[in-house]
């Protein structure tokens, strides 16, 4: 099946810090999500970015479909924006392992 | 609108028992996904629901299944459970239409001890 890795692993920024978070994946895709689970658990639905550039806010991302990969950017970092960003793939969604982000004040 | 909701939210079973989870999506969406995450590691697909019917299930035992009502809301019934199913169920919805993406519950923390 279609392998899904995501970097850094993990990730330590100062409040307003800037930082990109990178997913690639190992075949063409028709879906792909970014995701931010909260401390208690909670998936948050960030971006549906099967292709192209989005942006919300703070956050941003691009996916180069035919290059295979995905960036998700965060600007100026707040603490509340702490936990793991995952990146899920095609219909069954397949996630990857997450990038786990801390913000220090 | 209402979100996908899942209940309950915490649960405590013995092993050996059997635990049922339930999930109801956001009106007007046909298709549930059940994902278990395990403490501290990422999440693995379960079971795919669509239309009533078991489109997809992931790789995990048989004694993990469920059903999809014609209302769409969704059961997941582990059996037999043991100690290594502890872990967070989450429920996720779509609409039939392609080009939305999921949205999640707030998950199920089940126990067991």
């Known amino acids: 099946g279609i392998q899904v890795e995501q970097s850094p692993p993990d990730l330590i920024l100062q409040e307003g810090a800037n930082s990109t978070l990178r997913c690639n994946f190992s075949?063409?895709?028709?879906?792909l999500q970014w995701f931010h689970q909260n401390p208690w658990g909670q998936l948050i639905n960030l971006f549906y970015?099967?292709?192209g550039t989005k942006q919300n806010g703070r956050l941003s991302a691009t996916t180069v479909a035919t290059e295979r990969y995905s960036l998700l950017y965060i600007s100026s970092s707040q603490t509340t924006d702490s936990g793991v960003y995952f990146c899920?793939?095609?219909?069954?969604?397949?996630f990857g392992a997450g990038t786990r982000l801390t913000v220090k004040p | 609108e209402a979100g996908v909701t899942q209940s309950p939210t915490h649960l405590i079973k013995t092993r050996g028992q059997q635990a049922t989870l339930r999930c109801s999506p956001i009106?007007?969406?046909?298709?549930v996904y059940w994902y278990q995450q395990a403490l501290g590691l990422g999440l693995q697909f379960l079971l795919w629901?669509?239309?009533?019917?078991?489109?997809n299930r992931g790789n995990f035992p048989p004694r993990f299944s469920g059903r999809q009502f014609p209302n769409y809301s969704s059961e997941l019934n582990v059996n037999a459970l043991e100690l290594e199913d502890s872990a967070l169920y989450l429920c996720?919805?779509?609409?039939?239409?392609?080009?939305?993406?999921?949205?999640f519950g707030s998950g199920t923390r089940l126990t067991v001890v």
């Open positions: 996720a919805s779509s609409p039939p239409s392609a080009g939305h993406g999921y949205t």
């Open positions: 075949d063409s895709v028709n879906n």
């Open positions: 970015i099967p292709s």
């Open positions: 899920a793939v095609e219909s069954r969604m397949r």
């Open positions: 009106s007007g969406h046909t298709s």
């Open positions: 629901y669509d239309e009533g019917e078991e489109r």
